[in-house]
């Protein structure tokens, strides 16, 4: 893919504007000790302003529309329907074998690990004999 460099599309007067309202958010009115309403500018004076800077010049690179690449490539890229629907339902399985909750999420560590494929498994899919036959 081509690269180039490209301006910063950036609006100097919505930064200026921004920059104005916290300047004004940051002068508050205060109660002196003698009961005097006074007008406080020093707050946040003694902190260091911590700000982020841009660089004016970006390198761009295009990302082509999904028709430009080529059949081959396009089916390595990107799931069909079935793949899709298929997906689903396997997180779904997952996702109801956690109880609907992000903290039990299975982590590597903790799912099997196909002997022939080398895929990790999420336990849910993984059939356990629970019963033993007494002999």
């Known amino acids: 893919m ?10 100097h007067d919505e930064e200026r504007r921004r920059e104005e ?3 004004s958010r940051q002068s ?4 002196a000790a003698d009961g005097n309403i006074m007008a406080s500018t020093a ?3 003694n902190r260091p302003r911590r700000q982020v800077n841009f660089q004016e010049s970006v390198t ?3 990302i082509p529309l999904r028709s430009d690449y080529s059949s081959i490539v396009r ?8 793949e899709m629907c298929e997906n689903i339902e396997r997180n779904l399985i997952e996702y109801t074998a956690e ?13 099997f690990k196909c002997g022939v494929t080398g895929e990790l498994v999420h336990p849910a899919h993984v ?6 036959l007494a002999e």
């Open 2 to 11: 081509p690269r180039f460099n490209e301006p910063l599309q950036y609006n």
């Open 21 to 23: 309202r916290s300047q």
């Open 28 to 31: 508050s009115l205060s109660v």
């Open 43 to 45: 707050v946040g004076k």
């Open 60 to 62: 761009v690179v295009p």
């Open 75 to 82: 089916c390595k890229m990107f799931t069909n329907r079935v």
């Open 99 to 111: 109880n609907g909750d992000w903290r039990n999420t299975c982590l590597e560590e903790e799912m």
């Open 127 to 132: 059939v356990t004999n629970q019963y033993a």
